[in-house]
């Protein structure tokens, strides 16, 4: 379930990428960096090396919000 989960995040996000239009800025190369050395301080590497992300919301409004907002991306 959770690698089903992973492929989920990871479509979505290549979904996300396509649609929003993006220029190959040195400011665009440097947050990207970014948010890939902070995603990297919160995963783990499983046993075939593969990045593991997991995740704990504050609550359930939490949830709501976020899916909402992902739905509003994509919608």
């Given at each position: 379930?959770?690698?089903?989960g ?17 220029k190959a ?14 995603l ?20 359930e ?6 899916s ?8």
């Open positions: 379930m959770a690698e089903a992973g492929q989920l995040i990871a479509a979505a996000c290549t979904f996300l990428g396509e649609r929003i239009p993006q800025t040195n400011g665009a190369e440097q947050m990207a960096r970014e948010f890939k050395a902070r990297e301080e919160c995963m783990e590497r499983d046993e075939k090396g593969r990045p593991r992300l997991t995740i704990t919301l504050p609550n409004a939490a949830l709501e919000n976020l909402r907002s992902l739905a509003a991306l994509l919608g």
